[in-house]
């Protein structure tokens, strides 16, 4: 049986924009107890509309490393369900090159997508991404301020006004 060393909250009730209708997601890294042939584990699992992403320990940092947004979140999550690895969260820093590259290219998706829920993503990508430029890592929750800032740019903004901003490298 793998070993869960870390499980997080994740998705809008880890961002704090979960409202009535959403979905519980939960981010979940293991030790695996038999090895695989494979580089990457991940498995994603909707169960009575609870997401849960889990993946193996390799593959997690990889995926940070990478830049992934979910799995930094999870890194840098405050709210730890299980965390067996703590002292590895609290020293991670970001890479922040690759974090940067992956950011920008799913804040433009994003936009380019026209969906408000999806637009309010790119935001909070752009806030973390500023926070992790300063000082390699970010918290993935957002304060009152920050979603009062989100509300106030979606609605001032045109899509391309706003991935002007984004892409400005202002961070």
Not at 16 to 42: C, I, M, P, Q, W
Not at 161 to 167: D, N, S, Y
């Amino acid at each position: 049986m793998d070993r869960v060393i870390f499980k997080t909250p994740h998705g809008s009730h880890l961002y704090g924009l979960a409202h009535e209708n959403s979905d519980e997601d939960f981010y979940t890294v293991v030790v695996r107890d038999k090895r695989g042939k494979r580089y990457k584990y991940a498995k994603q699992s909707i169960v009575d509309g609870v997401d849960s992403l889990t993946v193996d320990v390799g593959t997690w940092l990889r995926l940070c490393d990478k830049g992934v947004p979910q799995a930094l979140e999870a890194m840098f999550s405050p709210v730890p369900l299980v965390d067996e690895v703590g002292a590895l969260r609290n020293s991670y820093r970001v890479n922040f090159d690759h974090m940067r590259d992956t950011y920008q290219r799913t804040m433009q998706n994003f936009v380019v997508s026209g969906d408000d829920k999806r637009r309010r993503h790119a935001l909070r990508l752009y806030l973390n991404l500023k926070v992790a430029s300063r000082r390699g890592r970010f918290n993935p929750v957002l304060s009152d301020r920050q979603k009062w800032w989100m509300g106030q740019v979606l609605g001032l903004f045109s899509d391309e006004e706003l991935l002007g901003m984004l892409l400005s490298n202002g961070y």
